[in-house]
């Protein structure tokens, strides 16, 4: 299992992936945890993708995460009398809730809770963005609009509001009805769509109740703006630049997504940044120079993960796309001036033993040629926080629970190994040394950095460094 890369890539599943032999060709490409997009496909087809990857698992003796994506709310409008009409600029079109076939004059917007929330002056978006819509008047079951950007719209297409929340769960019948489906499963994560307060994530916790990790993902722009309070409730966050991208300009999209790398990092909350990263790869068996930059800017900024989406569900060159994706992020890592990068934006530590003895490692870690560091772990919790340091060496993270090394492919640098509850610090020491040797992650003669905490299986309670000469 020797690591050469730090920043972990998440691979969508789909219908270009057709059994347990390729999922393992990607894993050995540079996958460490892969997703499946409830927004497509069967329950059928997501448990056989299930099935593929836990045998691929058991296979390398490696933890690998699934992560299931809820669809979230879909937004739309009705069906027209002829399928579609031509809008143009200036003219007047009515949203209302009558059912009956639109025209070029008036649709059918079948939300209530959209109607509700808008008020004069407010923009509406369809069809991902393409047309732009301002409400210039409001009634109890309709607004009228000014067509502001003109053009084709046809049946049920989609509606953004970016500048209202509107009164919605973020959780659907057909959401909680796949999320029982995934829990039932076994998954990892849950990615949650439509976030746009901090009561979303409440609500999403209590009907996970434990059974796995909470990933946010941000794409509203009310999300945004409660960035720090979503991040705190829930397990990490996801940069969702497709339908946060239609809903804020492009132009501001860069500059979010740093501000999301940053408050998560500080947060110690791992963070993907996910959506058309190498989107050309799905025809093309080699990417545009734009999107190896995009790549090579998440990896520098410290993002944990980068997602492929399309380009491995359902391109024409899934294998590529990752081998692609493994050598950006290693020629990023291997830079320079990378370290360096890290370091000036570290986040500022707690007053906390473990967070002591996280930048501790970090700092040895630059010092010393350190191999490997080694961390005992039953939560994942003080892996997480040496982590959030981004020191130098990998971590490998020893944990009694394989539900704990899944949950953490997601996070930079951390590579972990399912091993048998300890009992005593010296016991954390020498089964550091054989598994580090074991996985070929240190050699003798080389040093290896090992924390633990007593006592044991309580998270926060690292109290211990020490370093040792692989013999």
């Known amino acids: 299992m020797t690591p050469d ?222 960035l720090e309070e979503i991040a705190k409730l829930c397990d990490a966050i996801m940069v969702a630049r497709g339908d946060l991208g239609v809903e804020v300009p492009a132009e501001n999209v860069p500059r979010i997504q740093k501000d999301i790398v940053r408050t998560c990092r500080q947060l110690g909350r791992p963070v993907v940044v996910a959506t058309q990263m190498l989107e050309s790869m799905r025809f093309s068996p080699a990417p545009t120079r734009a999107e190896v930059t995009d790549v090579a800017n998440a990896v520098a900024e410290g993002a944990d993960a980068v997602m492929l989406s399309a380009e491995t569900a359902s391109g024409d060159y899934p294998l590529e796309t990752v081998q692609m994706m493994s050598k950006i992020i290693r020629q990023v890592e291997n830079g320079p001036d990378y370290q360096t990068q890290l370091d000036v934006g570290r986040p500022q530590a707690e007053a906390t033993a473990s967070d002591a003895i996280s930048c501790a490692i970090r700092r040895i870690s630059s010092i010393l040629p350190v191999a490997a560091l080694v961390n005992y772990s039953e939560s994942g919790a003080s892996s997480l926080r040496a982590s959030r340091e981004r020191p130098k060496a990998p971590i490998l993270s020893l944990t009694p629970s394989l539900s704990t090394a899944r949950r953490l492919t997601v996070a930079w640098g951390i590579y972990s190994v399912v091993n048998e509850r300890l009992r005593r610090v010296e016991e954390v020491t020498s089964t550091a040394l054989e598994i580090a040797q074991a996985q070929g992650m240190a050699k003798r003669g080389e040093t290896v950095v090992i924390t633990a905490g007593e006592p044991f299986g309580q998270p926060g309670s690292t109290n211990s460094l020490r370093i040792e000469t692989l013999h």
């Open 5 to 226: 890369k730090k920043v972990k890539i998440l691979a969508t599943l789909g219908p270009a992936i057709r059994d347990a032999a390729h999922i393992r060709q990607l894993v050995e490409a540079g996958v460490n945890l892969f997703r499946l997009n409830f927004s497509h496909g069967e329950h059928a087809d997501h448990a056989q993708r299930y099935q593929w990857v836990r045998q691929v698992e058991r296979e390398l003796n490696q933890p690998i995460g699934i992560l299931m994506d809820l669809q979230g709310p879909k937004l739309r409008v009705g069906r027209f009398a002829e399928g579609k009409v031509q809008l143009v600029n200036g003219q007047s079109l009515r949203l209302d809730l009558d059912k009956t076939p639109g025209d070029t004059s008036r649709v059918n917007l079948p939300h209530p809770e959209i109607i509700e929330a808008l008020q004069p002056g407010m923009s509406l978006l369809l069809d991902d963005g393409r047309l732009r819509l301002k409400v210039t008047a409001k009634q109890n079951d309709a607004v009228i609009t000014e067509v502001i950007a003109g053009g084709e719209l046809s049946d049920r297409k989609g509606v953004n509001v970016p500048e209202a929340v509107l009164q919605l769960s973020p959780l659907t019948e057909k959401d909680r009805r796949d999320l029982t489906f995934g829990l039932q499963l076994g998954v990892d994560w849950v990615a949650l769509s439509f976030v746009q307060r901090p009561e979303d994530i409440v609500e999403a916790r209590e009907l996970i109740q434990g059974k796995a990790f909470l990933m946010a993902k941000i794409e509203k722009p009310s999300a945004v703006t409660h």
